[in-house]
């Protein structure tokens, strides 16, 4: 655990590359160049860029692409609180989804705070393609750039960060580096909370997630709200796991949104949508083993 405060966490790889790098290549583009300053856990010390997606890419593009440092961030510290909630301990490796999901948050909101927006930083880069996008109109930028430090804001009220403390002192002073996960006992079942946060091209979104734990099992129950120039977003969604079949465990899941229609020079946005996922584990030794994940989704964003 001591170590762990001053190693390298694996923040910059998934910021860069698996979260922006993903993007970027999932849209076809492949001039993307990398570099990393491993022992900042600052996220400006890394950079993924494509100078093709950045001149020639579209609104909706460019907003994913820079989006996707957090999103990564944020995959990554949901699926270790999932762990965690499902087995009723948190442990001081969660020290590691922790610094990078918050340490990106203040990045994001830093440069939503800049009087002058400037290109590397993610939020700024979100909020000037935002504010070109809405011809340059700076009443309707600064509404979206308090309400976007809000909801960034509200992601950072999430239980198991200022639990971590908690769970330090533990450690201290009895060598244990688990502690129990922050639930709710009721009615044989255990209860635990996690509000997220997202800049998406239409605007920034709020999630909350409740986790209903019982035997190894796990129930993530979501609602999700959005802002966006055209109304508000709304969304929901389900996951529940593991279920053991052939010593594999199967996690099936299911979103859905309502979107406002919302039409731009380059975007349309409309309707209802929905997303079907099963996510599949196969242990193989010990801490190791293989996830993969098949999903269908429908048309639009």
Avoid at 76 to 104: C, F, H
Avoid at 152 to 162: C, M, Y
Avoid at 174 to 182: E, K, L, M, R, V
Avoid at 250 to 265: E, F, K, N, S, V
Wanted: aromatic share 14%; hydrophobic share 40%; net charge neutral.
């Amino acid at each position: 655990p001591l170590l762990s405060l001053a190693l390298p966490t694996p923040k910059q790889f998934l910021h860069e590359y698996y979260g922006h790098g993903s993007a970027l290549r999932e849209f076809g583009y492949t001039d993307i160049s990398y570099r990393w300053v491993w022992l900042n856990a600052r996220s400006h010390e890394g950079l993924a860029f494509s100078q093709n997606a950045q001149d020639r890419g579209t609104y909706e593009e460019k907003q994913l692409w820079i989006g996707g440092g957090l999103a990564a961030a944020q995959l990554y510290m949901l699926e270790a609180e999932k762990d965690m909630y499902r087995k009723g301990r948190i442990s001081l490796l969660m020290l590691q989804p922790v610094i990078g999901y918050t340490n990106d948050i203040d990045y994001m909101k830093e440069g939503l705070n800049a009087d002058a927006l400037h290109e590397l930083n993610d939020g700024a880069s979100w909020l000037t393609n935002f504010k070109v996008l809405n011809n340059n109109n700076s009443l309707l930028t600064s509404e979206f750039a308090d309400k976007s430090r809000k909801a960034l804001g509200a992601a950072e009220l999430d239980p198991v960060i200022p639990w971590l403390a908690v769970t330090w002192l533990h450690y201290l002073w009895t060598g244990d580096d688990s502690f129990y996960a922050p639930m709710i006992p009721l009615a044989g079942l255990r209860f635990g909370f996690s509000p997220k946060a997202n800049l998406t091209p239409l605007g920034p979104e709020n999630y909350y997630y409740v986790f209903i734990a019982r035997k190894g099992r796990l129930a993530s129950l979501y609602c999700r709200t959005g802002s966006s120039t055209g109304g508000s977003v709304k969304g929901y969604g389900a996951e529940f796991g593991p279920i053991n079949i052939a010593g594999a465990a199967l996690t099936p899941g299911y979103d859905r949104w309502t979107l406002p229609g919302i039409q731009h020079t380059i975007l349309e946005y409309s309707g209802n949508g929905y997303n079907a996922q099963l996510k599949l584990d196969v242990p193989l030794y010990k801490a190791l083993g293989l996830t993969g994940k098949a999903a269908y989704k429908t048309a639009g964003y």
